[in-house]
């Protein structure tokens, strides 16, 4: 999903379960004539698209996104689908283990086609990623440091409103995700999210 304001020149691309609902909140009710263009899990070469298609410039807009640590990640993705009856990934977690989703989505979800607006599975990077391959957005926010990450957008008068963290899941497992991990899931995380780790700056 990406929300894109013309008038004040920004679009925020929405990574699944980083901060998403918490940050399209505060843009929704900030007054900044922002909307919602793409749906599904829509990425910068989408939105790279979108703007030619609609003869905007693409470097006039100030481009931002959220990112997470990949171990917490997959944690939080586990979890949503295992709660949401809707998700298509929801009988496959209920079924198996946190072990076995970590081994078919590392090995099958996200070795399938990209498909333009569909709901593709996509590391951090690649949804960040041009068409030249190297991520192509102006600022990061991280999940964890995101209340003074924040403050930028609201220098910026994208954000207006006080930040509140809108996740109901969260509360539901445990604080330590590394806990839920083995050493085998480890390595599969490592191997998979090399350049989420490298490029974000998280620790493997």
């Not at 949503?80 to 989703?101: A, G, I, P």
């Not at 709901?119 to 391959?133: A, K």
């Amino acid at each position: 999903m990406t929300i894109i304001s013309i008038e004040n020149k920004f679009a925020f691309v929405h990574i699944y379960k980083c901060c998403g609902m918490t940050i399209t909140h505060l843009l929704k009710n900030s007054n900044n004539k922002s909307h919602q263009i793409q749906c599904g899990h829509s990425d910068i070469r989408d939105l790279q698209t979108y703007f030619i298609e609609n003869n905007l410039k693409f470097d006039e807009y100030f481009k931002f996104s959220a990112v997470r640590n990949p171990y917490d990640w997959i944690v939080s993705l586990y979890f949503y689908c295992k709660t949401d009856k809707k998700h298509m990934w929801y009988e496959l977690v209920n079924k198996n283990s946190f072990d076995k989703f970590v081994e078919i989505h590392t090995n099958e979800h996200l070795n399938l086609p990209r498909i333009i607006g569909a709901n593709r599975v996509q590391s951090q990077y690649e949804i960040l990623m041009d068409y030249t391959g190297k991520i192509n957005v102006d600022y990061i926010l991280h999940k964890e440091s995101l209340e003074k990450d924040i403050l930028l957008l609201r220098d910026k008068k994208i954000i207006r409103k006080p930040l509140i963290v809108k996740n109901s899941l969260e509360n539901k497992r445990n604080k330590d995700y590394m806990s839920y991990y083995t050493e085998n899931t480890k390595k599969l995380i490592q191997k998979t999210f090399e350049k989420d780790f490298e490029a974000f700056g998280y620790d493997v």
